[in-house]
């Protein structure tokens, strides 16, 4: 019962992460970045690998 309730969690973390990582990316500034150098920030690629990750291991613990 108890990894179904850290599966659980960490899914719903996980996709609070990828969406935060994702409005990082979409974000005015980030996008004024992107356009003169081309870098995307390395928060937005941790939270969205991050999310993705989350919801994966989440994934597995309620199995």
Known sequence: MNNKIIGIILIAVGAAL???????YD???SQIDRALSGDT???????????AVCVGIGLLRIK
Do not use: H, K, T
């Open 18 to 24: 990828a969406l935060w990582g994702y409005n990082v």
């Open 41 to 51: 920030p390395i928060e937005a690629w941790l939270g969205m690998v991050g999310g």
């Open 27 to 29: 974000a005015a500034g």
